[in-house]
Structure formats: C-alpha cells, structure tokens
C-alpha cells in the first residue's frame, strides 16, 4: 500500500503464458477508476508533458520451452510506484499474491536517527512516510522522485539535507555525489 522505489519480481507457472507475447508489467502510483494504472496521472489543468508522465514498463518475453515457474526481474532500472499491472497473462491463469513481489530499491544508508512521537500515531506515521520518501529517492545520488525525475536536482537535496541526516548518515553518500558534481564540471570546462 505504500509508494516505493524499486521494481516487481514476478514468477510465474508456464502455463501463464500466452504462446509469442511477451508480459508486460507497468508500474503506476494511482489507478484509473476502472482500477487500470494510471501512468500519466496529472494534475486537474495539467498538460501530460514527459516531465510529468512517468510511463514505466518491463517487458519480459518467456522462454520457448520451461519446466516449472519462471522468475523475471529487469535489470539496470527502477521504478517509483505503489501498483503493478500485469499484462498478456493467460486467461485461464489467475495470480496469486505470492506471483509478484515489490522489491524495495534504494542506497544502503545507515539508519541513525531514531525520531518518535510516543503519544502521537498520526506523527508517526507521517515520520514512517517520510523515512520511506527519502530511501526512494537515493539512488547514487538524491534524485526529485523515483518516477519521474531520475536524474537529480540539487535544489531538492538542498532543501532536505538536514532532515534527510537527522534520519541517515548520508555523509558517505553526499559527499560523493558532491564529488561527482565536482567531475562533472571538470570535464565540462575541459571540452
């Protein structure tokens, strides 16, 4: 029930698929009201530009000939979402629960901070949600959301900076992306 950044490992019998299509998975944060994802969700007078669109499919095309379950999980990607559609998966073939796991992506950051609120639920719920953010988005290097903007913007980590290491060490972390901003700019006055 919970937005993260990751991807979905899906194990499927071979009897679930369907002869030449490949099975296509896409992650959304919302659902249409026919209960379809919503890939393009927008805001109420928003124009779906690809800034704002996050389509984020897997495309995984099952082996000719298996024995037994077949396991995918893409590779070199991440996706931020809360749903998983699957499709071209047989009719007959109903998914169980156990056929598709989340898999939560994100930096290996030790936990320091240790922030509750002993008489407030809803806090710490809001604190747990907060936590959850910032792990999807570190990936190398803060990035906007996990979504969308993938490739970091240095006013977002600016402005959480401070919360984000009341909650992580992120001084391994910051310092080299910092110094990937640093390599960068070297390169580009080289040029």
Not at 19 to 43: H, N, Q, R, W
Not at 81 to 104: C, H, K, M, W
Not at 126 to 153: M, Y
């Amino acid at each position: 029930g919970d937005n993260m950044a990751g991807f979905a490992e899906l194990s499927l019998p071979k009897h679930a698929f369907i002869a030449g299509l490949p099975i296509v998975l896409k992650y959304a944060e919302v659902l249409k009201e026919d209960g379809s994802v919503d890939m393009a969700f927008c805001t109420p007078n928003c124009n779906c530009s690809s800034i704002n669109c996050a389509i984020q499919t897997d495309t995984f095309i099952p082996p000719d000939k298996t024995e037994g379950r077949v396991t995918f999980s893409p590779t070199f990607t991440y996706h931020g979402y809360r749903y998983v559609q699957l499709e071209n998966i047989a009719s007959l073939y109903t998914p169980t629960s156990s056929d598709l796991v989340g898999i939560f992506l994100h930096t290996d950051v030790p936990l320091t901070g240790n922030v509750s609120f002993p008489h407030s639920p809803i806090l710490n719920r809001i604190q747990k949600a907060i936590v959850q953010t910032q792990l999807s988005n570190l990936h190398f290097h803060p990035t906007d959301c996990p979504q969308r903007e993938k490739r970091g913007w240095t006013g977002d980590a600016q402005f959480t900076s401070r919360q984000a290491s009341l909650n992580f060490d992120v001084t391994l972390l910051y310092g080299q992306w910092l110094q990937t901003m640093i390599d960068h700019d070297d390169v580009g006055c080289a040029l």
